[in-house]
């Protein structure tokens, strides 16, 4: 399991840490992150562990997944479910847009990285193929400026995780993770270089 001391260390660097308002939820998110989305300093992942400091984040490997992870997947009291579109299911699996009624608390597993980084993990993690879809298709449009998307169901994983959160009743976990995001991303754009300026500064230099 990753360590919370990397997820710090970035939130100091972008000056984020006296922000933070931890909240409770009855939901519990799990991140499977791909080796080199840890790094980005335009990642939202964690995010969603500042505000629920319960979340899990794991490296994700395709044969060898930590036990911790499928611990977690298991867990008697919880329902885990894959965050992922409702088009890729295949005709047997099961999708939820909602909650099952009188269902045990969710665990939600985000496949975290690009969209074609979450496809891949997506369809190469066989220990996730006998979990049901949770689906938020019709989530709300994303302001996400970090990375461009290059599909309308690609939200950044924070977006995501707060959508969902409002979906199944954790209004204030939802609303927190919601302005603790658009802080991230007016800091993330206000250090964010930009290119053509600095292009523009080389060529007089020149």
């Excluded at 399991?1 to 799990?30: E, G, P, W």
């Excluded at 927190?176 to 523009?200: C, N, T």
Aim: charged share 25%; hydrophobic share 40%; with cysteine.
């Amino acid at each position: 399991m990753l360590n919370d001391a990397l997820f710090v260390y970035y939130l100091k660097k972008q000056c984020l840490c006296d922000t933070i308002i931890h909240q409770t939820a009855k939901s519990r998110f799990c991140l499977m992150m791909y080796d080199t989305e840890v790094m980005k300093p335009s990642n939202t992942g964690k995010l969603i562990a500042d505000v629920l400091p319960d979340t899990l984040a794991f490296l994700w490997s395709r044969t060898e997944p930590e036990k911790a992870l499928l611990d977690a997947i298991n867990d008697p009291h919880r329902q885990a479910y894959v965050v992922f579109p409702d088009s890729y299911a295949s005709p047997s699996r099961k999708v939820y847009h909602q909650l099952p009624a009188n269902s045990k608390p969710p665990l939600f597993i985000l496949l975290d990285g690009t969209w074609t980084e979450a496809r891949k993990m997506f369809r190469k993690s066989p220990y996730l193929d006998a979990l049901p879809l949770f689906s938020i298709n019709e989530a709300s449009k994303c302001d996400y400026m970090l990375r461009q998307a290059a599909r309308e169901e690609q939200h950044c994983t924070a977006e995501v995780a707060a959508s969902i959160l409002a979906n199944v009743g954790d209004d204030l976990a939802s609303q927190q993770l919601f302005s603790h995001f658009s802080y991230f991303r007016q800091q993330y754009l206000i250090g964010k270089p930009d290119r053509r300026q600095a292009k523009r500064r080389v060529n007089q230099l020149h």
